[in-house]
Structures are given as structure tokens and as C-alpha cells.
């Protein structure tokens, strides 16, 4: 009698602890969510994107001063927005190695035009137009 209440105290607390963990992945989850401005679809590790322009997609975005630009990795791979050219980064801004679906985002003060490009893959090109 006292084994059977015992186990059954045991199984309740097994189910509560359970469903607590589960509830907390489900809230990390949704926190993870980003909207990405430009990006940086699957298969930009390769070759060929630059044929059609969608290594960054879009590869121009025009956006007005003081605001941000949201950069998301959609690849398998790593990639990196780093402003500048390849072999010539400007030192504006640099995201490092973005993992998958990591994202960077970057605040443009100033007027201009912004190259940037992957530190990792030469091909890759984009630009910001700050008006
Ligand atoms: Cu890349």
C-alpha cells in the first residue's frame, strides 16, 4: 500500500519535472525567431550565386540613414558580412564567422554606399545604399 502511494508520488514528480524542461526548449524556441533583411541563402558557399546576384538576397538593399540592416545566415555553412572588398575590408563592420541561422545586424549613421563581401568566399558581394 505505502510502495503504491510512494511510486505513485514518484511518477507525478517524473511528469512535472518532464513537462517543465519541455515547456522551457518550447519559450527558448521562439526567442531564437529572427526576421532577416538580407540573406544569405543555401548554397552561397559554392560558386555561381554571383551569376545571379543571390549570394545576399537582395544583394543591394537601400534602406534610410540611422536605421539597421539584419543580416541572417540560411546556409549550412559558415559566412561572414564584412565591409569593404576581398583583400580590402574597410574595417566598418564585421560579423565574423555567422554559424547557421545566425544573424548580424548593423546601424548606418551616415549617407553612402557600403560594399561588403564573405571573408570566406570571394564570390559573395553586396552593397547598402544609405540614403
Ligand atoms: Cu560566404
Redesign the pocket.
Known sequence: MIIGIVSVYVIMMIGLVTYDSSKEKISEESEVVVIGDVI?PTK??RPGCDETDRCYIPSVITIDSENQVTWINEDS?F??VTSGFYGEPSDLFDSGYLDPYESFTFNFDEKGTYDYF?T??PW?KGQVLVE
Open positions: 544569405i552561397a558557399s555553412a559566412h561572414s564573405c570566406l568566399h559573395m
